[in-house]
Structures are given as structure tokens and as C-alpha cells.
């Protein structure tokens, strides 16, 4: 696997998307690690990362589980649950 920057028709970083090693980088991507220390969204300029001038957006929603995520929840807390009380048990049994 491989790991490559994506950027939109603005040249503004989309996302960081996984490649397998064979594949090609997509036109719309680079190898090319963006800069963290960058005050702004990073722009890709066709050879490094500078700055965009915009801002990032904080997002501060908050989205509820749904349904389903609750029950793989509380089932993974019941797993959790189960594996305890058996390695409890298997203390007290005696070979």
C-alpha cells in the first residue's frame, strides 16, 4: 500500500486516499507529503504544498449513532463482558 494527497480542480488538499503498490497516482494526486506547519488549507501549486489562504473549517457537529452502531456497540461491550467472566471461571476450575 501506498499512500497519496488528493486535490480538487483548485488545487486544495481533498483528502489522503491508500493505493496499492501498483497502481498508478491518479492526475488528481500526489506523493508529495503536504506540510504540516501550513496556517491554511494546503493548495498544491504542481510541486509542493503552500498556502491557500483559507481558513480550515471547524465542524462541530455531532452526529448520533445509529441503530446499528449502537447495537455493534453495546455487542462489543457484551463480548468484552463474556471474555472476562470466562477468564474469571477459568481461574476457579481446578485441572
Do not use: F, H, R
Not at 494546503?42 to 504544498?49: F, I
Not at 446499528?68 to 481461574?91: C, N
Amino acid at each position: 500500500m501506498k499512500l497519496a494527497y488528493q486535490y480538487d480542480t483548485d488545487g486544495l488538499l481533498v483528502a489522503a486516499v491508500y493505493l496499492e503498490d501498483q497502481d498508478p497516482i491518479p492526475a488528481s494526486c500526489t506523493a508529495v507529503v503536504p506540510n504540516t506547519n501550513l496556517k491554511t488549507k494546503p493548495k498544491w501549486d504542481g510541486k509542493t504544498w503552500i498556502e491557500s489562504g483559507q481558513i480550515y473549517a471547524i465542524i462541530s457537529e455531532v452526529k448520533v449513532p445509529t441503530s446499528s452502531q449502537q447495537t455493534i456497540a453495546k455487542l462489543g461491550v457484551d463480548v468484552a463482558q463474556t471474555q472476562q467472566m470466562i477468564a474469571k471461571l477459568a481461574t476457579m476450575i481446578k485441572p
